[in-house]
């Protein structure tokens, strides 16, 4: 393990919970496509074998990229976002779509898909702590900090919003909390709260007074989630994905009915993404569960402890909002499995199968472990006392 850990630098806790992660993505993805067989064709083992590419790319680039110096990252921050929002006007105007959704943009030749929101979120946060840095002499100046602090937020989760208006709601919800850890002025949050409200009412409204536009295609199916999940409606059939959620979770118990023994993955759309944590509760059981939970809060921990640790604040506010979003994500998954949420697009992080999410969860964990190997390259203070937490 010694040897293993020579290559491995920054944090090995993040490394061991990251492997087990993947470890277990590729057994659970494995067993909760039986959904995806019936509906699009192929073999379990076919999909297994392009999320263990998946796997493989992400964890290539986590390794490559934490071993590069942080530096590289904020001196790069506004070229990256200026590609997320080349990315996101792209998959706008000629993206794959499915379910009324354009999400997706297609590799040539490879003809791989990843989704540029996921490229998107993790270059808003990387630019924004950026900002909180080099322009906090200027925070109580509007016209400065609303071109280089709001407008970024608002300009990502304005173009994401069309098309996956979760996730655009869970990266204004991190970016607000990031503001907040670096003191961006309270008047000013609220007033990004009230523009960001303003905006959606805007999209809406106008969505509504012009339906020729269908400027919102999925303001429906929003509609619908909702008042079904939370109206007189909650047990129809159309609602029935989330109603198989909570029963799969029923059905569990405590120990799980056995991996590949699952009956509700079977009639779950999105078994082994959006509703990953019901799948996994019925195979694995409430106790196992309740340890996934806890590896994500040790996770969170440490990606904390990184920032905190870090004497450059660039470094800091990334990290921090890098841990947001990832227990964010993977806390709705939860939320929407237990009917707590209404049904969202969010899956696991590294547990889900999927492509770019996987690639990009890596990377934003590669880039906290440069930040752990920058500011402790023997590893002596973050791994010091591994052996007894």
């Not at 924004?128 to 200027?138: G, I, K, P």
């Not at 019925?282 to 939970?293: M, R």
């Not at 990009?360 to 880039?367: A, D, Y």
Request: charged share 15%; with cysteine.
């Amino acid at each position: 393990m010694q040897n293993i850990f020579k290559y491995l630098k920054g944090d090995r806790v993040i490394w061991i919970v990251t492997i087990l992660f993947l470890g277990l993505s590729m057994v659970s993805v494995y067993s909760f496509v039986p959904i995806l067989v019936k509906t699009e064709g192929g073999t379990p083992f076919s999909y297994l074998f392009k999320h263990t590419i998946y796997i493989g790319i992400g964890f290539f680039v986590m390794y490559w990229v934490h071993r590069q110096d942080p530096k590289y990252i904020e001196k790069l921050s506004k070229f990256i976002f200026i590609i997320a929002i080349a990315l996101l006007v792209f998959t706008f105007f000629f993206g794959v779509r499915v379910n009324d959704a354009s999400r997706w943009v297609r590799v040539p030749i490879i003809g791989l898909t990843f989704q540029s929101s996921d490229f998107a979120k993790l270059a808003l946060v990387i630019l924004l702590s950026r900002r909180l840095v080099s322009n906090r002499d200027y925070f109580d100046s509007w016209k400065k900090s609303l071109f280089s602090v709001v407008g970024p937020i608002l300009l990502i989760c304005g173009l994401i919003a069309k098309d996956n208006f979760s996730t655009a709601a869970i990266i204004f919800m991190v970016s607000l909390l990031l503001l907040f850890v670096g003191k961006f002025p309270m008047s000013k949050i609220f007033t990004v709260i009230g523009s960001g409200a303003v905006l959606a009412g805007a999209l809406v409204l106008t969505h509504i007074a012009l339906p020729a536009m269908n400027l919102l295609p999925r303001f429906d199916t929003w509609v619908n989630r909702f008042f079904k999940a939370y109206g007189s409606e909650g047990a129809s059939i159309e609602n029935m994905q989330a109603i198989n959620a909570k029963l799969a979770i029923h059905n569990g118990g405590y120990t799980g009915v056995g991996v590949g023994d699952g009956d509700l993955k079977h009639y779950t759309p999105e078994a082994y993404a959006d509703f990953y944590y019901s799948s996994f509760v019925e195979e694995f059981g409430l106790i196992s569960a309740v340890f996934l939970i806890f590896l994500y809060l040790i996770l969170f921990y440490r990606i904390l402890r990184i920032g905190l640790n870090s004497k450059n604040l660039f470094e800091t506010y990334l990290s921090i909002g890098i841990g947001l979003l990832l227990l964010t994500q993977a806390m709705v998954n939860m939320f929407v499995c237990t009917g707590l949420m209404p049904v969202t697009g969010q899956n696991m992080p590294f547990l889900a199968m999927g492509g770019s999410a996987m690639v990009m969860s890596c990377v934003s964990l590669g880039i906290v472990l440069s930040i752990a190997h920058k500011n402790d390259p023997k590893g002596e203070s973050l791994n010091s006392n591994l052996k007894t937490e």
